[in-house]
């Protein structure tokens, strides 16, 4: 079965710093990647996903996250983070054209103003 | 705004109680699932229904009992539950196997609390 590792558990950051979390999957196959972010009380909303094409996928609110194969790697990064960034992000994987989402443990976000 | 829509937000309920969870999605898709999610954890996939047949049930304990009444509805029957399953629970919905890139939406929860 896949897996997704983050390893950024908890991230403390100053607004305007850059933001890079860390994603790997385990799948050799075909993948489709995705990164969610979930706020405070809120539920899971979609930042950028990844099929195919162009390695660097562009998101909402200004995120961005780069496809590295050879890394099995999905890093989501954005080049300055604002307070209302805090929030628990968490990357996912499917294979193919499965509908099988595997979610990593998530990376809490905090943004001090 | 999501297209997946669950009711009741909250709810509060006894250990003897019956209650359901209720989940609607209008993006033709035929895949549903119910997650679960406890405090700054991942989702924890409960169910899948794909064509409103039950395809993944990940060892949930009975006491949780899904539905799928047609392709737009998802429901979560609940009863005789214990303390350690308040939580939010998800529903969600995507294409079913074979659509490449498919992408799962979330509904936005409903916070469950057994007292």
């Known amino acids: 079965a896949q897996s997704v590792s983050q390893h950024n558990h908890h991230v403390i950051l100053s607004e305007a710093a850059s933001l890079e979390l860390g994603c790997n999957y385990s799948?050799?196959?075909?993948?489709?990647l995705f990164w969610y972010v979930q706020y405070p009380g809120q539920h899971l909303q979609l930042l950028l996903k990844?099929?195919?094409?162009?390695?660097l996928v562009k998101g909402i609110k200004g995120f961005e996250a780069e496809f590295i194969k050879s890394k099995f790697s999905f890093n989501l990064r954005k080049p300055s983070v604002q307070w209302s960034d805090t929030a628990e992000y968490f990357c996912?994987?499917?294979?193919?054209?499965?509908?099988?989402?595997?979610f990593g443990t998530g990376t809490s976000l905090t943004v001090i103003p | 705004d999501t297209e997946v829509t669950q009711t009741p937000k909250h709810l509060v309920m006894g250990m003897t109680n019956k209650k359901s969870l209720k989940c609607e999605q209008h993006?033709?898709?035929?895949?549903m699932y119910w997650y679960k999610q406890k405090a700054k954890k991942p989702p924890e996939l409960m169910f899948v229904?794909?064509?409103?047949?039950?395809?993944i049930n990940e060892s949930v304990p009975s006491r949780f009992s899904p539905e799928c009444p047609n392709s737009s509805l998802l429901n979560l029957h609940l009863h005789a539950l214990q303390p350690e399953d308040s939580a939010l629970y998800l529903c969600?919905?995507?294409?079913?196997?074979?659509?490449?890139?498919?992408?799962?939406?979330f509904g936005e929860g409903s916070w469950l609390t057994v007292v």
């Open positions: 996912a994987s499917s294979e193919g054209t499965g509908n099988q989402f595997y």
């Open positions: 799948y050799g196959g075909t993948v489709n």
């Open positions: 990844y099929f195919s094409g162009d390695p």
């Open positions: 993006m033709g898709h035929r895949a």
């Open positions: 229904y794909s064509y409103e047949k039950l395809s």
């Open positions: 969600a919905s995507s294409q079913v196997t074979g659509v490449s890139g498919n992408t799962i939406y």
